[in-house]
């Protein structure tokens, strides 16, 4: 077994000695001690290579719940690519502490700022570390309140969810539809322990449009698109934009990189007009950092 040094496998693998520390730290290089120094298997670093590359090649997304990033995804792995998509709706919240973690190659994000009451990207300095991520904006839709056909309870604004005895069900926690809808509750200052069914949860919009559809609430709150597609009725409250946040290292990377000209493609945007309540006017222009 051959046995390489800090600083030799700086040079083996062209890159920065402190790189090398740091991964080491982080966990992320395998490594051995010998006389209470840090040492490198050649045999372990070769098979980490292996590893990595073939890792490299797969994209995880984890993040906020959306229909017509599924579309995309799933759009994208039909036209057999170098890479696979894997995409897990964790929620806005969930998706960063996933990707600050190391655990995603990108988050999707929608996350409120409550004090300036629109959509930006504090949220990058408040969880993350500013200078080493890229924001790409994908889209802007519509948020409001599902109700059944007819709207048989005669809702019309969020106050009427309490006030009228709507049954609701609600998103899951750290998602940021839950944090937006938790918001215009404040706003209208409204005790969430007035909402029948606040605490009942689901994981998507679809699920929640889904318990409308079948009776087992009077309203939830979520996308336009969801009651489109289900024939439901629809109160427009919010339009909010919605993000994909990715480290600068994974940014770089061909895969990504592939990806993320399918943005770019008037053949995909074609493709996804008939999206209700969705604006595609920016998608795929980096707002962080700034040009």
């Not at 990058?124 to 790409?136: C, F, H, K, N, Q």
């Not at 839950?178 to 005790?191: H, M, Q, V």
Request: with cysteine; hydrophobic share 40%; glycine share 6%.
């Amino acid at each position: 077994m051959e046995i390489l040094s800090a600083k030799e496998l700086s040079k083996y693998l062209k890159i920065n000695e402190k790189k090398i520390y740091k991964l080491v730290q982080e966990s992320k290089l395998p490594h051995i001690k010998i006389g209470g120094k840090i040492a490198f298997s050649r045999e372990l670093i070769n098979k980490w290579i292996l590893e990595s590359t073939e890792r490299e090649k797969n994209i995880f997304i984890a993040g906020s719940d959306d229909i017509l990033l599924r579309r995309i995804i799933d759009m994208y792995n039909s036209n057999n690519h170098a890479s696979t998509i894997f995409y897990a709706p964790v929620g806005s919240m969930n998706g960063l502490k996933i990707l600050k973690n190391g655990g995603a190659t990108m988050s999707c994000v929608h996350i409120l700022d409550i004090e300036k009451r629109e959509y930006n990207l504090s949220y990058i300095e408040r969880y993350l570390t500013s200078d080493s991520y890229v924001a790409i904006h994908l889209f802007a839709r519509e948020q409001g309140v599902y109700l059944q056909k007819g709207n048989p309870k005669g809702i019309k604004t969020i106050e009427d969810i309490a006030s009228k005895g709507a049954t609701f069900v609600n998103r899951s926690k750290g998602s940021g539809t839950r944090l937006l809808f938790d918001f215009l509750l404040f706003e209208n200052k409204l005790d969430p322990s007035t909402i029948s069914g606040y605490n009942n949860e689901v994981e998507s919009h679809f699920q929640a449009g889904l318990n409308i559809l079948k009776g087992n609430a009077d309203t939830s709150f979520g996308i336009r698109y969801v009651a489109h597609i289900l024939d439901l009725d629809f109160i427009p409250l919010f339009s909010e934009h919605f993000h994909m946040v990715i480290p600068e290292e994974h940014y770089c990377s061909q895969y990504v990189k592939s990806f993320l000209s399918f943005f770019e493609q008037s053949v995909f945007l074609s493709h996804i007009k008939d999206f209700s309540g969705y604006d595609i006017a920016r998608t795929g222009s980096v707002i962080y950092p700034a040009a």
